[in-house]
């Protein structure tokens, strides 16, 4: 068990981590999200040993991770992967073997380990190839291997597929899987792909401002954001501000641009309140045939369709609210929706989300 | 023109006959350079990775009067070691002056910043990232300088070859302190020195031309070191 007490970073009088606190599970897929320079990197090369907290303390197992006698241990009982691929000016071979001639195994030793890590990363046959001259997934396979060789209980990775194409990006993701799975071995990764976080994670934490503002089960973060700020972070498309008419049948019916939307829980009348929906929990139909039991229903037009792939946001305006709604590329076809039709949306209670201004503390 | 193509003339004519006087000069040139060459090697790879991954006050200025010093005169480092080395001298016991050791001395004085300088440019332009996979892995302090130094080995082999070029080149530390005795401190450079002011073109020429051999020879070779 990691237990991160209280860490708090300053470079030249710049403070990159205000006080992170979590506690991570043996053996779990840890994933710390949140946009770029909150110091996600600064965490993790603390927990590596490569950097020293200006106060705060790390516990493995119990023991403080710094104390001079023992650093060196937990040192090697970790590993970390960084962003940019690393290849030492040496063989493919050489690279893999770095971490066991440390550790001061055998020539026999190694050579049966490293043929085994090539196989598992599916570069047999590359043993005498310079790493330098690999493809960028191909030197971060690699990176993985040099790291997971040694056999360390606790796996570091800073945004390992920030610079890959997919490919190389899903043959890493199933190494992680596969290494977690396997070997037992707790992951800790940042990452600021949202997706590659709900794939692999068993728990995520959101760090913004130097601090995580919000930890808990994939879900959890990811259908119940603690702020708006979070809430825009993680891609729930619509963020709306509005103020609690009045509560009826355990519901708060708040109002937001002069339309009614109601809410599960009951809130103090007049309190102004940030409510988040995701567009992929709203319905939108087309003509009369309304069949919906849905609390929430609002009429509209179609102001515009922003094509993503295969999936479209399209947005509704009704009056001065504006909604964002996940549809197919084929439904777009069939219905033919584009800008000007009207159209009704619907959408449950449960499915807006109230949240605060700011996080509440008991998420940290 | 005549005189240039008489000197490349006498030079081969020379190399061919393996003149003994010549072969001599060579050999002592090279026992010299070698030396000084190893023993700057052995001081300034470490000097330079201590300096590199030590953190001190005045480092910075420590390194820019290391690089200052790669423009050393060598006829002051001649007079320096003079100095030292002369009977009155505080090295007078080791009676070094006008000896081949006191020329290897010399020359160990003067490429040892050349040596430590480019050492602390290559470990220093090495990716940070590297630095940090190293101690990530768990080096100890040992294996995390053996790891960068393979890791810059290419630019330390540029140090050491430009170490050597300067070492086999000088003549101002040699004259000084070894004197030019013939049979005993007599290298290629002070040779010469002392045939272009005799007068003595073609033989000196020649021997220039044996000098750039042997350095490209040497060139050659690390260079052939390095590309495998």
Request: glycine share 8%; charged share 20%.
């Amino acid at each position: 068990m990691i237990k991160i007490e209280q860490i708090k970073k300053e470079f030249e009088g710049k403070e990159v981590l205000t006080g992170v606190s979590e506690t991570i599970q043996k053996g779990e897929i840890f994933a710390i999200i949140g946009p770029s320079g909150q110091g996600k990197t600064t965490l993790l090369r603390i927990l590596n040993l490569l950097e020293t907290p200006s106060s705060g303390q790390i516990l493995v197992d119990g023991e403080r991770i710094r104390d001079a006698t023992n650093s060196s241990h937990f040192r090697r009982r970790m590993g970390m992967v960084f962003q940019s691929p690393v290849a030492f000016r040496d063989s493919v071979y050489n690279n893999i073997a770095l971490g066991l001639r440390y550790r001061g195994f055998s020539k026999e030793e190694i050579h049966e380990k490293v043929t085994q890590k090539l196989k598992e990363i599916g570069l047999s046959g590359y043993e005498k190839r310079k790493a330098t001259t690999l493809s960028g997934g191909e030197k971060q396979r690699v990176s993985l291997a040099r790291v997971m060789i040694t056999g360390p209980d606790i796996l570091i990775l800073d945004e390992p597929t920030a610079n890959l194409d997919p490919v190389s990006t899903e043959v890493i993701e199933t190494l992680i899987q596969h290494y977690n799975k396997k070997l037992g071995t707790t992951v800790i990764l940042s990452t600021h792909d949202l997706m590659q976080g709900q794939r692999l994670a068993s728990r995520v934490a959101v760090m913004m401002d130097g601090r995580f503002i919000q930890s808990g089960s994939v879900f959890d973060v990811f259908t119940r954001p603690c702020s708006a700020e979070v809430a825009k972070f993680i891609g729930v498309g619509n963020i709306l501000k509005g103020s609690v008419a009045r509560n009826e049948w355990g519901m708060a019916v708040i109002r937001v641009h002069g339309v009614d939307i109601h809410a599960i829980g009951e809130l103090p009348v007049g309190s102004v309140v940030n409510i988040a929906i995701r567009p992929e929990e709203i319905m939108l139909h087309t003509g009369a045939d309304l069949n919906t039991s849905a609390r929430n229903i609002i009429n509209g037009t179609i102001e515009s369709v922003r094509p993503f792939g295969i999936i479209s946001l399209i947005n509704v305006v009704s009056g001065e609210l504006a909604l964002s709604v996940q549809v197919t590329w084929q439904s777009i076809r069939e219905l033919d929706l584009k800008s000007g039709v009207p159209v009704t949306l619907s959408f449950k209670a449960p499915a807006v989300h109230i949240m605060p201004d700011e996080c509440p503390h008991e998420n940290i | 023109m005549n005189d240039l193509l008489t000197g490349i003339e006498t030079a081969f004519h020379l190399i061919l006959a393996v003149d003994p006087q010549v072969f001599d000069i060579a050999i002592r040139t090279l026992q010299i350079t070698f030396s000084s060459v190893l023993i700057s090697t052995i001081i300034a790879i470490p000097l330079g990775s201590a300096i590199t991954f030590r953190e001190f006050p005045g480092k910075k200025t420590l390194i820019s009067l290391i690089q200052t010093l790669y423009a050393l005169p060598t006829v002051i480092v001649g007079l320096l070691c003079y100095m030292l080395l002369s009977r009155s001298g505080p090295l007078g016991d080791l009676k070094w002056l006008f000896t081949p050791n006191g020329m290897i001395f010399g020359q160990t004085i003067l490429i040892i910043p050349i040596m430590a300088g480019l050492t602390i440019a290559a470990l220093q332009a090495i990716d940070p990232i590297i630095t940090d996979t190293i101690k990530s892995l768990g080096a100890t302090r040992l294996q995390f300088l053996k790891s960068h130094l393979k890791e810059a080995r290419f630019a330390i082999m540029a140090a050491i070859i430009v170490g050597f070029s300067r070492a086999i080149s000088e003549v101002g530390t040699a004259i000084m302190i070894g004197g030019n005795i013939k049979g005993h401190t007599r290298v290629l450079t002070t040779a010469i020195s002392l045939q272009t002011s005799m007068g003595n073109f073609n033989l000196s020429l020649a021997l220039g031309i044996i000098l750039l051999a042997i350095a490209l020879i040497i060139n050659l070779g690390m260079g052939f070191v390095q590309n495998r």
